[in-house]
T-cell receptor, first 115, second 114 residues
């Protein structure tokens, strides 16, 4: 069985602070994909990033960065200089065996960025 | 491209009523799926389809039916609504069933069963 644990249920920060959302996963497969999705207050789900199990390179996209560490089974998401528009629920997800119907979502982290 | 379109956005049903949640995508995606989102539970897979004419059950299929007669459409039917089916429902699609293809989500349907 596979499992995704999002360590923080809720985080509240003040604008311009850096914030890290932690995601820990469990799987027995050697091939898997990890994802982050964003759900802003308007409700839609937006894909942010995908990583496969063979690529441990960290990634940076503007103010967003992702740290993938197989040794600790973690795929953490950092927002630098947070903004009010970053307020959302963020979901980490794991797909073992490479199939979308085996996609397991974490329960989400509610990030509130206060002005 | 409209992407993934779900209708209706909101629906209130009485216990025992049936209804169909519509989902359509215009991206020629092979894979389509339905999730429900409940507070503190994340998203859970109800049913999925890997192509026209092919459907299968996900984690929480009881009380729901699906069909996939065309590539574009993947309706979700509630046979006899129950209060436990009060939830937000999301339809999602991807180019292939392979996880190298990320999911594209619709805007959701908020369903209340009284």
């Amino acid at each position: 069985a596979q499992k995704v644990t999002q360590v923080q249920t809720e985080i509240s920060v003040v604008e311009k602070e850096d914030v890290t959302l932690d995601c820990v996963y469990e799987t027995r497969d050697t091939t898997y994909y990890l994802f982050w999705y964003k759900q802003p207050p308007s409700g839609e789900l937006v894909f942010l990033i995908r990583r496969n199990s063979f690529d441990e390179q960290n990634e940076i996209s503007g103010r967003y960065s992702w740290n993938f560490q197989k040794s600790t089974s973690s795929f953490n998401f950092t927002i630098t200089a947070s903004q009010v528009v970053d307020s959302a629920v963020y979901f980490c997800a794991l797909s073992s065996g490479g199939s979308n119907y085996k996609l397991t979502f974490g329960k989400g982290t509610l990030l509130t960025v206060n002005p | 491209n409209a992407g993934v379109t779900q209708t209706p956005k909101f629906q209130v049903l009485k216990t025992g009523q049936s209804m169909t949640l519509q989902c359509a995508q215009d991206m020629n995606h092979e894979y389509m799926s339905w999730y429900r989102q409940d507070p503190g539970m994340g998203l859970r897979l109800i049913h999925y389809s890997v192509g026209a004419g092919i459907t299968d059950q996900g984690e929480v299929p009881n009380g729901y039916n699906v069909s996939r007669s065309t590539t574009e459409d993947f309706p979700l039917r509630l046979l006899s609504a129950a209060p436990s089916q009060t939830s937000v429902y999301f339809c999602a699609s991807s180019y292939s069933r392979d996880s190298s293809s990320p999911l594209h989500f619709g805007n959701g349907t908020r369903l209340t069963v009284t």
